[in-house]
């Protein structure tokens, strides 16, 4: 079956530790995001690559990177952890972006910071 | 900046029950999401609603959308323990499917 998957479905880390999460898909969407849910609030988005364009939000932090290296395939890099990270990590994806595309999420990766 | 709200946010209803939530907006949009979240699970896709008086139904969830209005209605028809999840609502103002969430309502339905 096509779907997104997300790796690790839960990741603990230590505060300041880089720590990376990956996202595949089989769908062959071109668009793939990036979301940020705290516990009991909405998801945030973070970024989104469309295709190999990387289109960051205007208020996601520095402490906050990606990486798509190719169509299937893409990471979240938190390069300093800190407690207030700690949330579940969503991965979803599109096909384009036109009006009404329905974006398909993954499991998620819950990440708690130590 | 875009605000998107929804009440209530917590909705505790009995099997049987007819109800329904709301979710506004503060942005002209024709383009109105809802999704289902199951705790600790991701987001189910629910309905695409598209233009002004849209209505979709699934079962016994009817969304609608009045543009005009700013707001999207989620209609429950004679709930079921199965319905218990949390709902969000999303909108789209751009053409860049870049999407503002809801705060979410937590139905909890009781037999």
């Known amino acids: 079956d096509a779907m997104v998957i997300q790796n690790p479905r839960y990741q603990v880390t230590q505060f300041g530790k880089p720590v990376t999460l990956s996202c595949s898909q089989t769908l062959n969407h071109n668009v793939m995001y990036w979301y940020q849910q705290k516990s009991s609030q909405a998801p945030k988005l973070l970024f989104h690559?469309?295709?190999?364009?990387?289109?960051n939000e205007a208020d996601t932090p520095d402490n906050f990177q990606s990486r798509r290296p190719n169509t299937s395939f893409c990471f979240l890099d938190i390069r300093s952890p800190g407690l207030g990270d700690a949330a579940m990590y969503l991965c979803?994806?599109?096909?384009?972006?036109?009006?009404?595309?329905?974006?398909?999420f993954g499991p998620g990766t819950r990440l708690t910071v130590l | 900046e875009l605000k998107v709200e929804q009440n209530p946010l917590f909705l505790s209803m009995q099997e049987g029950k007819n109800y329904t939530i709301y979710c506004n907006y503060s942005t002209t949009s024709d383009r109105l999401y809802w999704y289902r979240q199951d705790p600790g699970k991701s987001l189910e896709s629910l309905f695409v609603?598209?233009?002004?008086?849209a209505v979709k139904q699934e079962g016994r969830l009817m969304a609608s959308l009045d543009t005009k209005a700013r707001l999207s209605t989620l209609h429950i028809t004679a709930a079921v323990h199965d319905l218990s999840a949390t709902y969000f609502c999303a909108v789209d103002e751009t053409s860049g499917s870049r999407l503002t969430f809801g705060e979410g309502t937590q139905l909890t339905v009781n037999p």
């Open positions: 979803a994806t599109s096909k384009g972006q036109a009006a009404g595309t329905r974006q398909f």
């Open positions: 609603l598209l233009s002004n008086g």
């Open positions: 690559y469309y295709d190999k364009d990387f289109n």
